[in-house]
């Protein structure tokens, strides 16, 4: 059996998203963290990633939007855990430069650093062609730096409610790809 961990961005989901209608349709997937929903600390999220893998022994796969994305790649710097893949959609762009404020609040109240190391498991990253936070480009350069396999969705927003995506079928067939052992 394999679980599927939400990883959601950093605010909380409208009922109408893909991530809570995935949920609602099943009742096996859990939040990571739950409930999903802001305040976005990475360090917390982390964290709560973290508690999630390991409540239970069986391989998870990861399916993450927005800066979730980001709270798997900082997981994944920092922890292992039985992780069968990751489905990272849309992850907004950070500087690799960027530092938080040395006098600003721990994790600058927002992300931190963002690693840009090859994640130890498989995994998918969907890119817009029109999203409003990450070039096409940035998305290349993440699905490189993190050894993910990009998928090109096309004219497709930031993927969530605003961009017209509540059902989101194409969606549901990577989480099933990545359930599946790689050949």
């Known amino acids: 059996m394999t679980r599927i961990l939400l990883v959601p961005g950093r605010g909380r989901p409208r009922s109408e998203h893909w991530m809570c209608r995935l949920a609602d349709a099943n009742p096996d997937y859990r939040w990571a963290p739950y409930p999903p929903g802001p305040p976005f600390t990475l360090a917390e999220r982390v964290a709560a990633l973290d508690e999630a893998v390991r409540a239970a022994p069986e391989p998870a796969v990861l399916v993450a939007h927005s800066a979730g994305c ?19 959609v849309t992850p907004p762009y950070v ?18 650093p963002v690693p840009h190391t090859r994640l130890p498991f498989r995994s998918i990253l969907v890119a817009s062609r029109t999203d409003p936070y990450t070039t096409f480009a940035q998305f290349e350069r993440y699905a490189e730096a993190w050894d993910a396999e990009l998928y090109d969705a096309g004219d497709a927003g930031h993927v969530e409610t605003a961009s017209g995506y509540g059902p989101w079928p194409a969606g549901e067939r990577l989480i099933d790809r990545l359930r599946q052992p790689p050949e």
């Open 70 to 88: 980001l709270t798997v790649a900082a997981w994944a710097a920092r922890h292992t855990g039985p992780i069968r893949a990751a489905l990272l």
């Open 95 to 112: 500087d690799p430069a960027w530092e938080p404020d040395p006098n600003g609040p721990p994790d600058d109240g927002v992300y931190g």
